[in-house]
């Protein structure tokens, strides 16, 4: 990771990450993990933002800015997970307790139509539907990825409930150049 672009060959496949930042200044923290993740792989689309709660167990916390993002690459889903965490550690991430506070998470949350269970990776994440800002902010960015699991358009997903109470949309992030940011409307 010395910064410089590295090419793509090979077939592209789409993904979906979720970060999330609940230390220091967490605009900057999304910012630069987008930036650095940008000089990586294509960053197709970036959703709004949204503040909410740490989820999970887990001592008492701040709460996190929370953003999804679209790309592509044609790296495979264990590089990209690589480079999620090198994107973490270059934010100073430190792992000192399991869901405790970060400067910078990032999840992998799909992967084209992969499927996987093992230790390092699960494919599609196994929390995805539990995390009430994921659920709402996919739908944003999805395009025209699909849940290799229910064969379900990501872009059409919908609850029945209303988001949660203590879930709020915040500005807009700055997207990397190339990338679509949502637009409110």
């Known amino acids: 990771m010395n910064g410089e672009k590295a090419p793509q060959t090979g077939p592209m496949t789409p993904f979906i990450l979720s970060l999330g930042s609940n230390l220091g200044d967490r605009r900057a923290h999304l910012e630069n993990g987008l930036d650095f993740l940008s000089r990586y792989v294509r960053v197709d689309a970036v959703s709004r933002v949204v503040e909410s709660p740490a989820w999970g167990p887990g001592s008492p916390q701040p ?31 430190i792992r000192t307790e399991p869901k405790g506070p970060r400067t910078l998470d ?10 996987i269970r093992s230790a390092r990776l699960w494919l599609p994440h196994r929390h995805w539907a539990d995390r009430p800002f994921v659920c709402r902010l996919i739908p944003e960015i999805a395009g025209d990825m699909i849940d290799p699991e229910t064969g379900a358009s990501l872009r059409d997903l919908s609850w029945d409930e209303p988001p949660p109470e203590d879930m709020r949309v915040v500005a807009p992030i700055r997207p990397p150049s190339g990338a679509e940011p949502v637009r409110d409307g």
Not at 63 to 91: K, M, P, V, Y
Not at 106 to 115: H, Y
């Open 63 to 93: 709460d996190f800015l929370n953003l999804a993002l679209r790309g592509s690459t044609a790296r495979d889903a264990f590089t990209l997970l690589g480079l999620a965490h090198a994107a973490e550690s270059a934010e100073r991430r």
């Open 106 to 115: 990032v999840d992998l949350i799909f992967f084209g139509m992969l499927q």
